[in-house]
């Protein structure tokens, strides 16, 4: 059974660092390319990261603060988030994309992804 879950999420004043993890099972974890979106609440989905191999990139909104990575050992997808802000506050999810291709736009349908985990609440807030 292809199962994606996520870990980390919680309360974080302005400033703070969180890591998010996201344990995946039932596929080659090492042989797809895997992403980070997020939902704020009332909002549409919004990517924010993909890996592929070491190869990264980042939605513009959380370039230089966020840090997407994978311990293929754990079959563990991860995300690094620094100097959150207010605006970072929602449900991430990790997502395995139905196709990949850096050549592509990065997707923020969830139509575009064939796998997503039951997420975790990010919330930043003084």
């Known amino acids: 059974q292809v199962q994606l879950v996520e870990s980390g999420g919680g309360l974080v004043q302005p400033g703070g660092s969180l890591r998010l993890s996201c344990a995946a099972s039932?596929?080659?974890?090492?042989?797809?390319?895997m992403s980070w979106v997020r939902q704020a609440s009332g909002k549409e989905v919004e990517w924010v990261a993909d890996?592929?191999?070491?190869?990264?990139r980042y939605a513009d909104s959380v370039k230089g603060r966020f840090t997407i990575s994978t311990d293929n050992s754990k079959q563990t997808l991860y995300l690094q988030m620094n100097n959150l802000k207010p605006q970072d506050t929602a449900m991430y999810y990790c997502?395995?994309?139905?196709?990949?291709?850096?050549?592509?736009?990065?997707?923020?349908?969830?139509?575009?992804?064939?796998?997503w985990g039951q997420g975790t609440q990010v919330t930043v807030s003084s």
């Open positions: 997502a395995r994309p139905r196709t990949f291709s850096f050549a592509q736009p990065a997707s923020s349908e969830w139509d575009d992804y064939a796998v």
């Open positions: 039932g596929f080659t974890f090492n042989s797809y390319a």
């Open positions: 890996i592929a191999g070491i190869t990264t």
